[in-house]
Each structure stands twice: as C-alpha cells, then as structure tokens.
C-alpha cells in the first residue's frame, strides 16, 4: 500500500513538471503569435521565438525550430537563451544555428561629427559566428567610395573612416551606405547595410581684427622755422633799404612787398603746423602697425586651416539585411 502511494505521488510529479513545461511552451507560442512586431521590444520578440523554437523542437519539427533559431541569430547575433530556462537539448541545437548563420549586427552612434583624415568614425560589428567579410562605403547605387576592411572577424569588431576617398580627398556630403558583406560572396548569404546621411560642416572661420592704425603727426619745428624766416625777410625788406637809402616814397613801398611776405610766413607756419608729425612718435606707429599684422596674419593661418580641415556629420540611419540571391 505505501508503495502504491510512492509511485502515485511520483507519477504526479512527472505529469505536473510535463505540464509546467508545456504550459511554458504554449504561453511562449501565444506571445509570439499575438506580438505586434512594430511596437514589442526586441528582447521580447527575441525570447518569443526562442519559445517557439523550443516548442518545435520538442513536437520533432526540426525545420521549423532551425528557421525561429536562425531568425534570431540574424536579428541580434549577441543574445544567448537562457541556460537557466531552456535545457541543453535546445541551447545546445541554438548554438549549432547561430555557428552555421554568417552575419554581422552594426551598432554606430545615432550621429558623428569628426575632422576628416585626422579624426574618425567608427562602427562596431558583432558576429554571430566567425567568418570573413569586407566592409566598404558606397553609394546609394552601389558604387564603391571606400574599403574599410578586408578580412576575418571574431566574435566582434571595430572598423573605422577617416572620412576620405579612395583617392585620398575628404567625400562630398550626400546619402551613403555602409555595407557588410562576405567576402566570398554566394547565393544564401546575408548582407547587412546601413544608411548614411553625410553633411559637411561649414568652416569655424574668425573676422579679421579692426585695424589699429594710427594718424602720424610731424614736429613743430619745421613750422617754426617757417614763421621765423618769414617774418625775418619781411623785416628786411623793411629796414635794410631804409639803412642805405633815405628815400620817403620807396620806403612806404616796402610795406605792401614785406606785409606779403610775412603773410606768406604765418600761411606755411599754420600749414606745417596741421601736418603729420611722423617724427614724434614713428617708433610707437611702427610698433602698433606690427601688432596689428601679426594678429592679422595670425587669424588668416587659422581661418585657412579652418577651410582645409573639413569637418563631416554622418548621422545614421536603419539596417536592412540582404539574402544574397534574393530579396530584403
């Protein structure tokens, strides 16, 4: 009698673990069928399809369960079922797709600014499994602009651009992709590509400085010099003739001829007087004006290399994945 209870109470256990494990099973299935694919997040959509590999699996629909692990693998080659949750049988069938499944997930930043030539962009592939592959920029319709790499990737990878050509010039702003394809190219393999929008910043140029030069000014010497000698012929021709001569009449006509030449005296001591006084301080003029076109020739080597240096924006926009052989 107490064996028969042991072996009841045994057989329960089994047919309640079976039912736990089914009903796991059915609510996996039941999600991914009801997922709305464009507002469910991908680690839920993930970890449906993991359910519903595992459920196919044990209903020995193999196929089905490869096609729902592979879809995983080529969605986000990073995740793991959980060792915890799922048993070896289907870790262990999930491990051998993801090996098979050759492909990259690219994970950039929503925006880059960098110099072109001295700074970079740079994308990060994750692999699903080790394999060649070349990464290249094109354009839209395919045209080679430049190859990034050529060669093997691991478990990941990070590639960058300098921004340039392949004949070395900084690229033209406009719509690109950047592509990640196997090297050895057949029908079944998978390309992913990235959009890319590039922009080209305008240059951070300065506004020459304002000039600093200053109005020289002249001594008053010459001026001087000027007011004296006028005024000394005029005196002479004044006094002098009345020294030799004591003539009336020629004496009162000396007045008008010496008054025009002191006048003439007074006229050039007030023109040299508002001239430029280069002398006074010429030393202080050629300072300033060597400062000022030292900051001037300063801000014209800055703005050049403003204009030469050429700084791009590359924003980044979705991924596709490319069946080689057929459609997206």
Do not use: C
Request: charged share 20%; glycine share 8%; aromatic share 6%.
């Amino acid at each position: 009698m107490l064996l028969a209870s042991l072996l009841l109470l045994t057989a329960r256990g089994r047919v309640a673990a079976q039912q736990a494990a089914t009903d796991l099973l059915a609510q996996g299935m039941r999600a991914y069928q009801s997922l709305d694919y464009d507002q469910a997040a991908a680690a839920e959509r993930l970890q449906a399809l993991t359910y519903l590999g595992a459920s196919e699996l044990f209903r020995d629909r193999r196929d089905a369960a490869l096609a729902a692990f592979r879809q995983i693998a080529v969605t986000d080659p990073r995740y793991r079922p959980s060792e915890i949750i799922f048993p070896p049988q289907v870790t262990g069938v999930f491990g051998e797709v993801r090996q098979q499944t050759k492909t990259v997930f690219l994970q950039v930043p929503p925006e880059t600014e960098f110099r072109a030539k001295t700074e970079h962009f740079t994308a990060k592939l994750v692999a699903s499994s080790p394999h060649d592959i070349a990464v290249t920029i094109t354009t839209t319709d395919g045209k080679p602009v430049r190859r990034l790499y050529d060669g093997s990737i691991g478990d990941s990878l990070a590639v960058t651009w300098d921004g340039l050509t392949e004949e070395g010039n900084p690229v033209q702003g406009g719509r690109y992709v950047l592509r990640v394809a196997p090297r050895a190219a057949s029908a079944g393999q998978l390309v992913r590509q990235l959009s890319l929008e590039i922009l080209r910043a305008r240059p951070d140029t300065q506004p020459w400085p304002a000039g600093t030069s200053l109005r020289p000014h002249s001594s008053s010497g010459p001026a001087v010099r000027s007011l004296a000698g006028g005024l000394a012929a005029a005196v002479a021709v004044v006094v002098l003739p009345s020294i030799v001569s004591h003539d009336a009449a020629g004496f009162k006509g000396r007045f008008p001829v010496a008054a025009a030449i002191g006048g003439a005296g007074i006229v050039s001591f007030f023109a040299q007087r508002s001239a430029p006084a280069v002398d006074a301080i010429a030393g202080a003029n050629t300072v300033a004006r060597e400062a000022a076109r030292r900051r001037l020739e300063q801000v014209q080597r800055q703005n050049a290399q403003s204009v030469a240096d050429v700084r791009l924006i590359v924003r980044a926009g979705p991924a596709t994945l490319i069946e080689l052989g057929g459609g997206p």
